[in-house]
């Protein structure tokens, strides 16, 4: 503490009741002989005086009860938005303060339906074409006429596959129909 005046800091945290015993001893002895720093510490104890009485005033004239009472009818009154108002909202301030909060989502969003369209429009080949490798343990295809009187016996040509189904076996019948189309028929035997 300066034999002077006490540094405004000091005298506002002595004020306050924030100094350590010692240090508040101190201050309290400099007030004792220093009529200016006392001035200014009188000056404050008014000044706190007159704000905590206006501060009552003010609130004695307040009805705090019907205050809460319209703050608690305006969060009932008010109505919920709906999600595409919130969307909205959401979108407009992220675009304010953060655009990269919108654009990032909504570019991987776009990239993704990309990729659903280009796997779901891209024509079917055989497995070969697509640089895939039979596995050892694929199952035995054979082909099978379905009527030997059929003036085209390829297109009526159905395949039969003997597959491994754990402790069961069984085949699938690929059945070639007459429209073009087959359809599968798996037969599992139980023995």
Known sequence: ?????????ALNMHFDGELAPAEAASV?????????????????QRLHEMITM???????????????????????VAPVPRLIERIGLWVT???????????????GLAL????????????SEPMAKRGVVPD???PKREKMMVAENDPAPESNASEVVQVDFGSNTGT?????????ASTPVVWINED
Do not use: Y
Not at 93 to 107: C, D, I, K, Y
Not at 112 to 122: D, G, K, P, S
Not at 173 to 180: K, N, R, S, T, V
């Open 54 to 76: 206006s501060a009552a005033q003010v609130a004695s004239e307040v009805d705090f009860d019907a205050m809460f009472g319209r703050v608690e009818q305006g969060t009932k």
């Open 112 to 123: 993704a339906a990309a990729a659903a369209v280009i796997f779901v429009l891209r024509p």
């Open 93 to 107: 301030e992220s675009l304010q303060h953060n655009p990269m909060r919108v654009w990032a989502p909504a570019g």
């Open 1 to 9: 503490m300066s034999i002077e005046h006490v540094q405004e800091d």
């Open 136 to 138: 050892e343990r694929e």
């Open 28 to 44: 309290e002895r400099h007030l004792a002989t220093c009529g200016e720093c006392s001035k200014r510490l009188n000056s404050m």
């Open 172 to 180: 699938v019948f690929e059945i070639a129909l007459a429209d073009g």
